[in-house]
């Protein structure tokens, strides 16, 4: 009897949240409406564009690759590790920058906002929601008219573009202009909302900006830099940038590191580990030389807030098997609120695309300035109703200050007490930062701080709060609210616990650390990361075993009921992220299924400039086949030539020829660089409609040979998609080659070929630069070349398999 009422509870608990629409139904819908629209159809209407990880390896590359020696090797990896220098100094600057000017707003807001209220409650509430609608109202004015891809948390673009696809407008100049002046105004006016997430987008922009030498828009460029010229260098930058803004938000450089492992990269190897370590551990150095600074007073209302440390090293101990039953219950509770928040802020981002932004950026700006004043009223006028508590003994508490001076930050805030002697407790989590607030949420040796009233009416508030404030046009980041709901949840238990287990050595501040990273696993689903995190931030190692079980706990029920925040978000903004594992229904489907009916678009080696410009304008395909035909009446497939190339060659026009005959291969080099070829990172990059031919140049010839990656990756038409799955992701492709199985096999390599001796290895190099060499002084016979790197590659294989 018992087993069927609990199967129908969760049957019917199951019914109640499919009718939330879910990620998948939003962003169809999302998807079919933009489409109509063309709002991400094509990167030249504002939308999303894969990347190119893979190298092209075309005639042109290998011969500007042959001219490189081993001065220009070493200059270029000294470069990188350079550039993860300047990455950790930039965004630690960048993070002390807005650190400084939230703490010393605040400061501010709060100090004269005590002062006035002295003698009127009434001049005071208006001066803390002038102040606060004042800061908001810049940020979200920034971001609507000069940088409206520094909305949001900015993760989610992040995690696309390590995955392979480009969002136009989040790596520029102005993003990063506007991440952070809007991040002070949104966190400094009192929004529910934190800083930590903008700063891994701040990162980013740093690196991909310093990877492209600068911004030439602003005049802030410099030609020196400009070594990295493709989009894996970029990527690889990138991933240094969003360590090290999670290493400055923390001050958690290891936590730094993981993060970018396990939540954003989809491409990981042991070099990249090593400079984004590196990068980390500089961000760690400049923030804590900033704090050191500012210990003298200099930094104004700066005091032990800003940097995020909450060290409750003077807390619990050691803990009982007893309490591991109430901890496993923080887990549960944490997944519950963290699928039920994603998927309410997934429901109303939703909406307010479809219909509230769509009217326009006033309509951005006032909605974000009435979400600034129901706050400001919330914040102030809900510890008005609540009876002041008297000061723990001071005696038996020695070294607790109570009440707290007005403006400074700490615990037991004295805000409409009748009495010297008392304290409001609602008004010590409402009247500080966020930073401050979850101080003293965590903080040790408080019992009976909080009332069980305050703590529940301060969590349904602030959770409705981050769920409506989410989305809006203001960066916006999840960290810091989502550890302040899971804190307070956490405390609340814990009380309960104290009350119940009397003789035990509990402490509430533990349970609440306990709580936050509860509801941050139930609602980012990170684990690893998040663990190391939330022990820098506490410097508490006694509690790791403690915090992997609720996390674990809290990701295994909130991926019952759905996807990750940042997952849902980047389905939302059609954002075509890869998952780590393919679907299952991909294990029995094959390539040939996949490719279905298509028509696909190729040209000859030798095209006419009237046909290919032709083809460019009829179809939106990144990636075109090169074919060659054979005397009999054979094509044969003989490389990729992509888009973009294709545009810089229609508009340079000096490889316009006018027989239909193949060219001379020689000379690339000096008719064209290789930066020439490089994808802009901040522009759209050209469009067919942008280059003007005249009749003349469109009944002229183009020799496709030099410029075409003869090597793409080509995949059986039987094999599973899958597989073919795991290539895409694993390798950062943008196409993979269908073809039928192959008639003949050439050689065969296995582990032993690839694992050449050092001095065999040396030999190798000597000659294939020799061989690249020869190639190029034998003429203009592209069969030549092609063959000549298929004999040197079947001369590497070896008849025995191992």
Same mark, same amino acid.
């Given at each position: 009897?018992?087993?069927?009422?609990?199967?129908?509870?969760?049957?019917?608990?199951?019914?109640?949240?499919?009718?939330?629409?879910?990620?998948?139904?939003?962003?169809?819908?999302?998807?079919?409406?933009?489409?109509?629209?063309?709002?991400?159809?094509?990167?030249?209407?504002?939308?999303?564009?894969?990347?190119?990880?893979?190298?092209?390896?075309?005639?042109?590359?290998?011969?500007?690759?042959?001219?490189?020696?081993?001065?220009?090797?070493?200059?270029?990896?000294?470069?990188?590790?350079?550039?993860?220098?300047?990455?950790?100094?930039?965004?630690?600057?960048?993070?002390?920058?807005?650190?400084?000017?939230?703490?010393?707003?605040?400061?501010?807001?709060?100090?004269?906002?005590?002062?006035?209220?002295?003698?009127?409650?009434?001049?005071?509430?208006?001066?803390?929601?002038?102040?606060?609608?004042?800061?908001?109202?810049?940020?979200?004015?920034?971001?609507?008219?000069?940088?409206?891809?520094?909305?949001?948390?900015?993760?989610?673009?992040?995690?696309?573009?390590?995955?392979?696809?480009?969002?136009?407008?989040?790596?520029?100049?102005?993003?990063?202009?506007?991440?952070?002046?809007?991040?002070?105004?949104?966190? !400094?006016?009192?929004? =529910? &909302?934190?800083?930590?997430?903008? +700063?891994?987008? *701040?990162?980013?922009?740093?690196?991909? %900006?310093?990877g492209q030498g600068g911004s030439a828009k602003y005049h802030v460029n410099s030609r020196w830099l400009r070594i990295f010229e493709s989009d894996r260098d970029r990527r690889d930058l990138v991933t240094c940038g969003c360590a090290a803004g999670v290493a400055a938000a923390f001050r958690a450089p290891v936590g730094g590191v993981l993060f970018a492992l396990e939540e954003v990269t989809s491409w990981w190897r042991s070099q990249l580990m090593w400079r984004v370590f590196f990068t980390s551990a500089i961000v760690a150095v400049v923030v804590r030389s900033a704090m050191s600074w500012c210990k003298s007073g200099k930094c104004g209302h700066f005091g032990s807030g800003g940097f995020i440390i909450w060290d409750i090293s003077g807390g619990q101990e050691d803990y009982?098997?007893?309490?591991?039953?109430?901890?496993?219950?923080?887990?549960?509770?944490? !997944?519950?609120?963290? =699928? &039920?928040?994603?998927?309410?802020? +997934?429901?109303? *981002?939703?909406?307010?695309?479809?219909? %509230?932004?769509?009217?326009?950026?006033?309509?951005?700006?006032?909605?974000?300035?009435?979400?600034?004043?129901?706050?400001?009223?919330?914040?102030?006028?809900?510890?008005?109703?609540?009876?002041?508590?008297?000061?723990?003994?001071?005696?038996?508490?020695?070294?607790?200050?109570?009440?707290?001076?007005?403006?400074?930050?700490?615990?037991?805030?004295?805000?409409?007490?009748?009495?010297?002697?008392?304290?409001?407790?609602?008004?010590?989590?409402?009247?500080?930062?966020?930073?401050?607030?979850?101080?003293?949420?965590?903080?040790?040796?408080?019992?009976?701080?909080?009332?069980?009233?305050?703590?529940?009416?301060?969590?349904?508030?602030?959770?409705?709060?981050?769920?409506?404030?989410?989305?809006?046009?203001?960066?916006?980041?999840?960290?810091?609210? !989502?550890?302040?709901?899971?804190?307070?949840?956490?405390?609340?238990?814990?009380?309960?616990?104290?009350?119940?287990?009397?003789?035990?050595?509990?402490?509430?501040?533990?349970?609440?650390?306990?709580?936050?990273?509860?509801?941050?696993?139930?609602?980012?689903?990170?684990?690893?990361?998040?663990?190391?995190?939330?022990?820098?931030?506490?410097?508490?190692?006694?509690?790791?075993?403690?915090?992997?079980?609720?996390?674990?706990?809290?990701?295994?029920?909130?991926?019952?009921?759905?996807?990750?925040?940042?997952?849902?978000?980047?389905?939302?903004?059609?954002?075509?992220?890869?998952?780590?594992?393919?679907?299952?229904?991909?294990?029995?489907?094959?390539?040939?299924?996949?490719?279905?009916?298509?028509?696909?678009?190729?040209?000859?080696?030798?095209?006419?400039?009237?046909?290919?410009?032709?083809?460019?304008?009829?179809?939106?395909?990144?990636?075109?086949?090169?074919?060659?035909?054979?005397?009999?009446?054979?094509?044969?497939?003989?490389?990729?030539?992509?888009?973009?190339?294709?545009?810089?060659?229609?508009?340079?026009?000096?490889?316009?020829?006018?027989?239909?005959?193949?060219?001379?291969?020689?000379?690339?080099?000096?008719?064209?660089?290789?930066?020439?070829?490089?994808?802009?990172?901040?522009?759209?990059?050209?469009?067919?409609?942008?280059?003007?031919l005249t009749g003349g140049e469109m009944e002229m010839y183009l020799d496709l040979a030099p410029f075409l990656n003869p090597s793409p990756y080509i995949v059986p038409e039987d094999m599973s998609l899958a597989k073919v799955y795991n290539l895409f992701r694993q390798l950062g492709l943008r196409h993979i080659f269908v073809v039928p199985r192959a008639s003949r096999v050439i050689g065969l390599i296995t582990r032993k070929d690839l694992l050449t001796e050092e001095s065999e290895s040396s030999d190798t190099v000597e000659l294939q630069s020799t061989s690249v060499s020869c190639l190029l002084s034998q003429g203009n016979d592209f069969a030549t070349y092609h063959a000549h790197f298929s004999t040197r590659y079947c001369c590497t294989c070896r008849s025995n398999p191992?």
């Amino acid at each position: 009897m018992l087993s069927n009422h609990l199967q129908n509870g969760i049957e019917t608990a199951k019914l109640v949240w499919s009718r939330i629409p879910s990620s998948e139904d939003v962003g169809a819908g999302a998807e079919e409406e933009e489409e109509e629209e063309g709002l991400f159809a094509r990167r030249s209407d504002g939308g999303v564009e894969s990347l190119d990880y893979e190298v092209i390896e075309n005639f042109a590359y290998r011969e500007y690759q042959a001219r490189r020696g081993k001065l220009w090797i070493s200059y270029y990896v000294i470069v990188k590790w350079f550039f993860a220098l300047l990455i950790g100094i930039g965004t630690g600057f960048a993070a002390v920058f807005i650190n400084l000017a939230v703490e010393n707003f605040s400061g501010w807001k709060y100090a004269a906002t005590f002062s006035i209220i002295q003698h009127s409650y009434f001049a005071g509430f208006l001066v803390y929601i002038l102040f606060n609608l004042g800061l908001v109202f810049f940020s979200v004015v920034i971001v609507t008219e000069f940088a409206p891809a520094a909305a949001g948390s900015g993760i989610p673009e992040i995690k696309g573009y390590l995955n392979g696809v480009d969002t136009h407008g989040i790596l520029l100049f102005r993003t990063l202009v506007g991440k952070i002046f809007g991040s002070i105004g949104s966190v !400094g006016g009192g929004l =529910a &909302l934190g800083k930590e997430g903008p +700063l891994v987008h *701040t990162g980013a922009c740093i690196a991909s %900006l310093l990877g492209q030498g600068g911004s030439a828009k602003y005049h802030v460029n410099s030609r020196w830099l400009r070594i990295f010229e493709s989009d894996r260098d970029r990527r690889d930058l990138v991933t240094c940038g969003c360590a090290a803004g999670v290493a400055a938000a923390f001050r958690a450089p290891v936590g730094g590191v993981l993060f970018a492992l396990e939540e954003v990269t989809s491409w990981w190897r042991s070099q990249l580990m090593w400079r984004v370590f590196f990068t980390s551990a500089i961000v760690a150095v400049v923030v804590r030389s900033a704090m050191s600074w500012c210990k003298s007073g200099k930094c104004g209302h700066f005091g032990s807030g800003g940097f995020i440390i909450w060290d409750i090293s003077g807390g619990q101990e050691d803990y009982s098997f007893q309490e591991l039953l109430p901890m496993a219950i923080i887990g549960v509770i944490g !997944g519950l609120l963290g =699928a &039920l928040f994603n998927q309410l802020t +997934l429901y109303i *981002t939703h909406w307010r695309r479809t219909y %509230l932004h769509k009217k326009g950026n006033r309509v951005k700006i006032l909605e974000v300035c009435l979400i600034s004043l129901i706050t400001s009223i919330i914040s102030f006028a809900l510890p008005l109703l609540r009876k002041c508590s008297p000061c723990p003994d001071s005696e038996a508490n020695p070294g607790i200050d109570c009440p707290r001076p007005p403006g400074t930050d700490g615990n037991f805030v004295n805000f409409y007490c009748a009495k010297d002697k008392e304290y409001n407790d609602l008004a010590t989590i409402f009247f500080n930062t966020q930073d401050d607030a979850i101080r003293n949420l965590f903080s040790a040796k408080t019992f009976h701080e909080y009332s069980a009233q305050s703590l529940l009416t301060f969590l349904v508030m602030f959770y409705s709060l981050a769920i409506v404030t989410f989305g809006t046009a203001v960066p916006a980041g999840q960290f810091v609210p !989502g550890i302040m709901i899971g804190s307070t949840y956490g405390r609340l238990v814990g009380m309960f616990v104290v009350k119940f287990y009397k003789k035990l050595n509990v402490e509430e501040g533990t349970y609440a650390l306990l709580g936050a990273a509860s509801f941050l696993g139930g609602s980012m689903r990170m684990t690893v990361s998040l663990c190391v995190i939330m022990v820098e931030i506490t410097n508490n190692l006694k509690l790791l075993p403690l915090i992997m079980l609720v996390l674990l706990i809290s990701k295994a029920v909130g991926d019952f009921f759905n996807e990750g925040l940042y997952e849902e978000q980047a389905r939302l903004r059609g954002i075509p992220l890869l998952e780590s594992r393919p679907k299952q229904y991909m294990r029995s489907m094959t390539a040939k299924e996949a490719c279905k009916n298509q028509k696909v678009a190729c040209f000859s080696r030798i095209v006419k400039v009237a046909d290919l410009v032709s083809v460019l304008r009829s179809n939106k395909h990144n990636g075109f086949p090169v074919v060659d035909h054979k005397p009999n009446g054979d094509t044969l497939v003989i490389g990729l030539i992509l888009r973009s190339h294709l545009l810089v060659l229609l508009q340079s026009k000096v490889d316009f020829q006018n027989s239909p005959f193949p060219s001379d291969l020689r000379g690339v080099s000096n008719r064209h660089k290789l930066s020439d070829f490089v994808k802009p990172a901040t522009s759209k990059g050209k469009s067919i409609e942008e280059i003007y031919l005249t009749g003349g140049e469109m009944e002229m010839y183009l020799d496709l040979a030099p410029f075409l990656n003869p090597s793409p990756y080509i995949v059986p038409e039987d094999m599973s998609l899958a597989k073919v799955y795991n290539l895409f992701r694993q390798l950062g492709l943008r196409h993979i080659f269908v073809v039928p199985r192959a008639s003949r096999v050439i050689g065969l390599i296995t582990r032993k070929d690839l694992l050449t001796e050092e001095s065999e290895s040396s030999d190798t190099v000597e000659l294939q630069s020799t061989s690249v060499s020869c190639l190029l002084s034998q003429g203009n016979d592209f069969a030549t070349y092609h063959a000549h790197f298929s004999t040197r590659y079947c001369c590497t294989c070896r008849s025995n398999p191992s």
